[in-house]
């Protein structure tokens, strides 16, 4: 028996040697690879930084003067950043850092995660890369120098938007909106041929086609997405239905026809993107002569997030062959954040104003104490939900109390007025985003298929617009997301989700009241504090959904969106 004891003490001492020397191999195998991924990042890096500041400042300027130079040379940085992520000898490194499952620290394996993402979509043709970005660069120079002509007039944006919004003669409106679609019919050949080429990029990345790649690679599931879709499109469709034969009536109204008459041009918006003004108020009074810039910066120092400094940097009135629309871009992920605006003292672009500055603000409270890869939102919806949180309140007649000054009395007159146009809103935006993110994802899943049937199939479905008779025309094409920024639009909706989602958490948690609806954070620090600290300073350091539980509690839900704008 004690012979017996000796021989399985001495078999386990030298089975538990082995453990012992086993775990120490794989100890140090571990920390081998995590200081080979130090290493590779590090390299990597050094190559990224500038490359990326490049690009980004190329992009700047060509878009602000609109000249073919510029445009090549923004061109040749995004080019020159695509190889950097196509080297295929870095990727394969990636893959094998991935596949060992030795990087388990949380700032390393996220890092890991977004690199490899980036680099998988980048692993095509090198040739083929930069006929996509080519063909990319040439049609965004299209739409930036696009004025739409009508009769001997060449008009901007702006002027394009006064005349739908405010002429009454139905002839003036069509003549109009079929001006802006020549913007379309410049480009359309040439979007199907890159959208092709974008599909044959995806397919021999292992993908069916780009749009379920780019949605992949950005870790969003296209189930997922095409449920939530469904969903918000059971819960908006009766309530835009009866906003619908609302608009109807006050539009045959006001064009003298009758409501089987109405056009997409009666609509005011030449994509019926925006809410038209069907209710007695008119906000763009408020702004008529005010300071949009000053009332933006010192709204948002007012809530703890100083953005003084990126308005210096940022470029905000019309110029000659300037991009007309907006943006926010993050030029080196170290602080230098600018805003392109064409402002006007009116509602909309108070709105984008408040828009633009909430992504700027996201971007300059990233924490940068972070890694470079990190220092970027969580994901590219959960900026624009910051985007939308703030450009709502330019339609909230508490925030035009407190910030511009409107009397209370006038507040308590047209404050009904007012909400009942921001669902309008709402949900004009939402079912036009059902749109666009359905035909995408039909447009690449088919890109042979009659595209202009398809857009308006899509169009009188969710929109319930009629389309033009004998009309077949690439309208789709006059829309610059499809081409210059695919596959994107289904976040702007994502976005409003998570607005709502942190509209009803920072009422209830930061500022401790039960009252959603009256509620502008005009002075309220507090606010600002708890946007840094929860949603910006964290970057990409957490998965998107991860981000949203950490900042609410909840992940990611309709829910808010519904009780705000549907219920």
């Known amino acids: 028996m004690k012979n017996k004891n000796l021989l399985i003490i001495t078999a386990l001492t030298v089975f538990m040697s082995g453990v012992v ?24 890096e050094a190559k990224l930084i500038p490359l990326y500041k490049n690009a980004a400042l190329a992009s700047w300027d060509a878009n602000i003067s609109g000249k073919d130079e510029d445009y090549e040379k923004a061109a040749g940085y995004e080019y020159d950043l695509t190889l950097l992520f196509s080297d295929k000898g870095n990727f394969d490194k990636l893959k ?80 109009t909106w079929f001006a802006t679609k020549k913007s379309g019919k410049n480009v359309a050949e040439d979007v199907i041929i890159l959208v092709k080429k974008r599909n ?18 950005n870790e969003q599931d296209p189930d997922e997405i095409e449920k939530l879709f469904d969903e918000l499109d059971s819960l908006t469709r009766d309530g835009f239905a009866a906003l619908k034969d609302e608009m109807d009536s006050y539009f045959a109204q006001r064009y003298h026809v009758e409501k089987e008459e109405l056009m997409p041009w009666h609509y005011q918006d030449r994509f019926f993107q925006e809410a038209p003004k069907i209710y007695n108020v008119d906000l763009d009074k408020y702004f008529k002569g005010k300071d949009i810039v000053e009332i933006t910066d010192n709204y948002f ?45 009116n509602n909309y672009w108070m709105n984008t104003m408040l828009h633009e500055y909430g992504h700027a603000a996201y971007d300059k409270y990233i924490d940068r104490s972070l890694p470079f890869i990190l220092r970027d939102p969580a994901h590219t919806f959960t900026t624009e939900a910051i985007a939308e949180l703030f450009g709502r309140f330019p339609s909230n ?62 169009v009188e479905k969710y929109q ?27 976040n702007y909706l994502l976005g409003e989700l998570l607005a709502s989602q942190l509209h009803y ?50 992940k990611l839900t309709a829910k808010y969106y519904a009780m705000q704008f549907v219920d």
């Open 464 to 490: 319930m617009l009629k389309r033009p008779a004998d009309r077949n025309e690439p309208d789709w094409a006059a829309k610059i997301h499809i081409a210059a920024y695919p596959c994107y639009y289904h």
């Open 397 to 458: 007649p508490q925030w035009l109390q407190d910030v511009i000054g409107v009397p209370e009395n006038e507040r308590i007159e047209i404050e009904e007025t007012v909400r009942k146009n921001l669902r309008l809103q709402m949900l004009v935006f939402s079912r036009w985003s059902q749109v666009m993110y359905r035909f995408e994802k039909g447009m690449y899943e088919n890109p042979d298929q009659d595209l202009n049937k398809l857009w308006w199939d899509l």
């Open 96 to 175: 094998s850092f991935r596949e060992s499952g030795l990087i388990t620290d949380t700032l390393a394996a996220r890092q890991l995660e977004l690199l490899y993402n980036g680099f998988l979509g980048n692993q095509a043709d090198t040739a083929l890369l930069r006929e996509i970005i080519d063909m990319e660069s040439e049609i965004e120079k299209k739409f930036n120098v696009f004025r739409a002509v009508v009769g001997e007039d060449t008009l901007s944006d702006n002027q394009i938007n006064q005349i739908l919004k405010n002429s009454t003669n139905s002839d003036s409106l069509r003549e």
């Open 301 to 345: 120092k007012g809530i703890g997030l100083d953005i003084s400094d990126l308005i210096g940097k940022s470029d905000l009135f019309e110029k000659p062959g300037k991009n007309q629309h907006a943006f926010c871009t993050d030029i080196d992920n170290e602080g230098d954040v600018r805003v392109l605006c064409n402002v006007v003292d």
């Open 200 to 217: 044959d990029m995806a397919v021999k990345l292992g993908f069916d086609n780009f749009h379920q790649m780019k949605l992949k690679l």
């Open 21 to 44: 020397l086993i775990g120490c191999d794989t100890t140090d195998k571990k920390e081998k690879t995590m200081k080979e991924f130090e290493t590779f990042v590090k390299d990597f």
């Open 505 to 554: 958490y920072i009422t209830k948690n930061i500022l401790g009241s039960d009252d959603y609806i009256n509620q502008s954070y005009a002075g309220r620090r507090e606010v600002g504090e708890y946007l840094v600290n929860k949603v910006f300073m964290p970057g990409a350091k957490y998965y998107w959904n991860d981000m949203i539980e950490k900042a609410t509690g909840e």
